[in-house]
């Protein structure tokens, strides 16, 4: 029993030492790739791709169900974006509210017979709409499908556009964030598959017209503390793994691909729950296959924020529905693990999510209760424990004010110094017992897909109305 | 039996873990105190420069114009750099006037000269910022500069040199791109080099041919796609050389050039480029095709909406609604195709040029007998094909099958 003990507390050890040292080492890249971005940036102008007649045009689809508080916000919002060649498809995945209805009202949509060829699965459409104000709008009415993939998949049906974006109705974009996002496809369009956005948190920010006019923290700690994972995830793990050109996720809530690679791969999974991170996985395996010379990039500027989660209630609902999501991809792509044919996908990045972040709330709990039976048994020296967990916690903090920093010298969208010191202050403070309960989460979200639960699960959302 | 802790604690890690400990608390006080530090200090910096900024602006005219003795801020790094941030801003949106203007103080007060010079010998992003500085100012006198740093190893630098000769938009520029591409091949990705040949081309666009003619492999699309961007009825003749190249990307560019020629000369090739193997060299093709707004383009045009490429549907279906005096012909005549995409593609081109109430009045003044207006009103209304007719469909059929 004791020699069980032993060798757990010694694994827990070692995978809590090898996780922070692989954060850490992905700080020191994403700091060195954002500075050099940002260096790369002051020697040419957004406006000079918007100038150009090479830009390509793109189609921005965004899927809507039940948004009715949130819909003409967002579409305004998407309608004002700084973009030379520009279509918007909006789809409406059988809302049982009067989001068809805000919209008729708000753009006077109109019939039409728009081509809709389907080349990629989704429910059935009921009706094309264009808008009268703003030629630029295509509207899909479908019937229900109960997934978003399903109603992305309808709108790169009737897209026609080279370059799908992908955006939550829920979001709001910088107005020149499709021109940022668009910065390594024009750099170099041959190889660039698809790139992914930054996603900031919006709660506590003030909204106008669909516009964001002044960024805060949210005041509540729930929300703040997510801000901080935003931070971590997105400056540091993403920007890192991009620069391997690893990516395995872009967020379903900001992404561009190439059109004609998301309907090759067959568009997105309509039953898969990380749809997002599924249709990155099935583009790798494509164009691994193919022996493709291809990157998918991250691009940390273009920004695009979005409401999260502001009760615990939705917050676990949501952190189960990703863990889910993550084994939903990680079981059918398991075959790619360690086969050379799948490069640094297969020998890297899956090993990685498996092993840090799929396993990782199984091998925090069972670590945590070893340690426990291990102190009861007096198998445990008390003063080292403590050292151990002093040297974690601070670690870990380095990180997570690592994150800050990186927003602090790059993008400083926190202008308030109260906001700084919040934000620096959650830091600190998210180890206990955020981050116990967030592995909870995670943990019930893996009993759940086990189970068979693969449903994607309600979330309580004020909408960008109340923002405003 | 001591515990795992213990036995690492014999092993030496205790006093890695201890060194462990200071470092990250260390490492996270260093890293507070930056954060906080430098926001300190970048206030007081945005604080400084903006009051320098609207001391300068309150006398730009007579800092412009040289009333203002240069010794007065030259000196001063912080408001140098100020002055030609604002100066190299006001280039962007000036005319041809107030460029000259503007060129000129930046000769007289020796901006121009220190650039020169920071893009000769400065290195890593100093050197690139200098680059494309240079270039914005756009005088010529920077373009040896410029042309030196694109003969750099670093990619980067060969970048910002690419955008800074762009940003000059002069023959010269161009002259030293081609003459070194010509060198040295393709070294930096296509599209920077696309974009700086157009702005530099777009005077002189005849500087390009015989480039495209020599070029090679990828370059050769790389001017392919340039001439197609810049080319001018100018180049008529010259352009009609391209349309039975072997590579697709130069007979998509002498299909999109084309559309800048007069109908005449351009009609018979676009028609020909219209049916070419390559998807988006037709594609080009028939949007060229359709600017032209000629009658004779009709029959190639509805074969364009029966094609097997989704965007060459929808362009040629674009196009087709340009004819807006014979709009009932056009529509009988894409019914005929029998082609249900085509269809859609007409009739979603109809919708979104707002000419539908207009098609329905055309129908109503013309001469067409009562069934066929039925049974046009009926595949406007549903966007369906009508039922075949058994001896159509026969001979539909026969053709179909005698086809290639």
Not at chain 1, 26 to 52: G, N, V
Not at chain 1, 407 to 434: A, G, M
Not at chain 2, 2 to 7: D, N, Q, Y
């Amino acid at each position: 029993m004791i020699r069980l003990l032993e060798i757990s507390n010694q694994a827990l050890f070692w995978y809590y030492l090898a996780t922070n040292l692989a954060y850490l080492a992905m700080l020191i890249i994403a700091l060195k790739t954002s500075a050099r971005h940002h260096r790369r940036l002051e020697s040419h102008r957004l406006s000079w791709f918007k100038d150009t007649p090479m830009t390509p045009p793109i189609t921005i689809i965004t899927p809507a169900h039940n948004e009715e508080a949130s819909i003409r916000v967002a579409i305004r919002n998407l309608l004002e974006l700084d973009y030379p060649q520009l279509e918007i498809i909006v789809v409406n995945d059988g809302s049982l509210d009067r989001t068809l209805e805000e919209l008729r009202d708000e753009f006077r949509l109109r019939v039409v017979r728009a081509v809709y060829i389907a080349e990629v699965k989704s429910a059935p459409v009921r009706g094309l709409y264009r808008s009268d104000v703003d030629s630029r709008l295509l509207v899909v009415d479908k019937e229900a499908s109960g997934s978003k993939a399903d109603a992305v998949n309808a709108g790169l049906n009737a897209a026609t556009s080279p370059y799908v974006c992908i955006v939550d109705s829920d979001s709001v974009l910088e107005r020149d964030a499709l021109l940022r996002i668009m910065v390594p496809i024009l750099e170099d369009p041959k190889r660039v598959v698809a790139v992914g956005g930054i996603i900031r948190v919006l709660n506590g920010s003030e909204i106008k017209n669909g516009q964001l006019r002044r960024v805060r923290l949210p005041r509540k700690s729930i929300e703040a503390i997510q801000v901080i994972e935003y931070l971590r995830a997105f400056l540091i793990g993403r920007e890192a793994w991009a620069q391997g050109n690893m990516l395995t996720i872009i967020s379903g809530a900001f992404g561009l691909f190439r059109t004609d690679l998301v309907r090759a791969v067959g568009g997105y999974r309509a039953r898969s729950i990380g749809e997002d991170m599924d249709v990155v996985a099935r583009m790798h395996r494509h164009l691994r296959e193919k022996k493709a010379d291809y990157e998918i990039r991250f691009v940390p500027d273009p920004m695009c924020w979005t409401e999260v989660p502001s009760d615990l209630r939705s917050l676990a609902r949501q952190r189960a529905r990703w863990q889910k999501g993550l084994l939903g991809v990680l079981w059918p792509n398991r075959d790619m693990l360690f086969r050379p044919r799948y490069g640094r996908i297969g020998c890297f990045a899956l090993p990685y999510l498996w092993l840090f972040e799929l396993f990782a709330p199984i091998m925090e709990v069972v670590g945590i209760a070893t340690i426990i039976v291990a102190a009861s048994l007096g198998a445990l020296s008390r003063e080292f424990f403590l050292q151990f967990m002093i040297f974690g916690y601070a670690f870990a903090t380095v990180i997570s004010i690592g994150s800050v920093l990186q927003e602090e010298v790059t993008y400083k969208r926190y202008n308030d110094w109260k906001d700084v010191v919040r934000l620096v202050s959650y830091c600190f403070f998210e180890h206990f017992p955020y981050r116990q309960l967030h592995m909870i989460w995670r943990l019930q979200g893996l009993w759940q897909y086990l189970r068979g639960d693969h449903e994607w699960g309600q979330l309580k959302r004020k909408g960008l109305v109340s923002a405003q | 039996m001591g515990s795992v802790f213990e036995k690492l604690w014999r092993l030496g890690p205790a006093v890695f873990v201890f060194k462990a400990i200071i470092a990250a608390i260390v490492a996270d006080g260093l890293l507070l105190a930056f954060i906080f530090i430098r926001r300190a200090y970048r206030k007081r910096f945005f604080a400084k420069r903006d009051k320098h900024v609207f001391e300068l602006r309150q006398q730009w005219d007579a800092l412009i114009s040289g009333r203002l003795s240069y010794d007065r801020w030259r000196e001063k790094a912080f408001d140098r750099r100020i002055v030609e941030a604002m100066a190299l801003d006001a280039f962007e949106a000036a005319g041809p006037a107030e460029s000259a203007r503007l060129l000129k103080f930046m000769r007289a007060s020796g901006l121009i000269e220190k650039r020169i010079f920071e893009a000769q010998r400065l290195t890593g992003w100093r050197r690139m910022r200098a680059l494309v500085a240079l270039g914005r100012t756009r005088a010529p006198e920077g373009v040896p500069a410029l042309a030196e740093a694109l003969r750099d190893r670093h990619v980067e630098i060969r970048l910002a040199a690419l955008r800074g000769l762009g940003r000059t938009a002069c023959p010269q520029a161009a002259e030293e791109i081609l003459a070194w591409v010509g060198e040295s091949g393709l070294t930096v990705p296509a599209l920077p080099l696309q974009s700086a040949l157009i702005q530099c081309c777009a005077e002189r666009p005849q500087l390009l041919l015989p480039f495209v003619k020599q070029a090679e492999g990828p370059l050769r699309e790389i001017m392919g796609r340039v001439l197609g961007e810049v080319a001018t009825p100018a180049l008529g003749m010259e352009l009609l050389q391209f349309v039975g190249d072997e590579r697709e990307e130069l007979r998509a560019a002498a299909a999109r050039a084309m559309s800048h020629l007069d109908t005449a000369m351009a009609f018979d090739a676009l028609s020909e480029l219209a049916e070419d193997r390559t998807w988006f060299v037709r594609l080009r093709a028939i949007i060229g095709i359709g600017n032209l707004v000629d009658p004779r383009a009709i029959p190639t045009l509805l074969k364009g909406l029966s094609d097997s490429n989704r965007l060459v549907r929808l362009r040629a279906a674009e196009a087709l609604v340009h004819f807006r005096a014979v709009m009932v012909p056009v529509f009988q005549q894409v019914i005929e195709l029998r082609d249900r995409y085509g269809l859609h593609a007409y009739l979603t081109a109809i919708e979104n040029a707002g000419l539908r109430e207009r098609l329905e009045s055309q129908m109503q003044s013309s001469q067409i007998d009562a069934e066929e207006m039925r049974r046009l009103q009926s595949v406007l209304q549903t966007g369906s094909l009508p039922p075949e007719e058994p001896e159509l469909a026969e001979t539909a059929a026969n053709q179909r099958e005698s086809g290639p």
